[in-house]
């Protein structure tokens, strides 16, 4: 069974950094295409980035584009989002998410496993 642990969130200012990971055990991470989710409250869960088995193709919510940059690295089993610049309407649950598909993970990506996320709190 696939296990997705996020960490690296919470209590930051407006306009500060954070850096979430994500690591993958019980598979080999490059099996999967992987991505980050988010949801505030009383919001839908929304897609924010995702990244091919490799990491040649890259994807992003136009919310964060030129903000949040996704990246892996395979060999330590790990998924990461750094976020900069960010402001209070980032405030959210985030949650690593993985699909054994060939493309890249996006917002309609029938998603084969989730983590159980983790808190991301931005301040005005």
């Known amino acids: 069974q696939v296990q997705l642990v996020e960490s690296g969130g919470g209590l930051v200012q407006t306009g500060g950094s954070l850096r979430l990971s994500c690591a993958v055990s019980?598979?080999?991470?490059?099996?999967?295409?992987m991505g980050w989710f988010r949801q505030a409250p009383g919001k839908e869960r929304e897609f924010v980035a995702g990244?091919?088995?490799?990491?040649?193709?890259?994807n992003y919510a136009d919310s964060v584009k030129g903000r949040f940059t996704i990246s892996r690295d395979n060999a330590k089993n790990t998924l990461y989002l750094q976020m900069t610049t960010l402001k209070p309407v980032d405030t959210a649950v985030y949650y690593c998410?993985?699909?054994?598909?060939?493309?890249?993970?996006?917002?309609?990506?029938?998603?084969?496993?989730w983590g159980q996320g983790t808190q991301v709190t931005v301040s005005s």
């Open positions: 990244i091919m088995r490799s990491d040649i193709i890259t």
């Open positions: 019980g598979r080999s991470a490059s099996t999967y295409a």
């Open positions: 998410a993985a699909a054994e598909i060939i493309s890249t993970v996006g917002p309609r990506t029938r998603i084969d496993y």
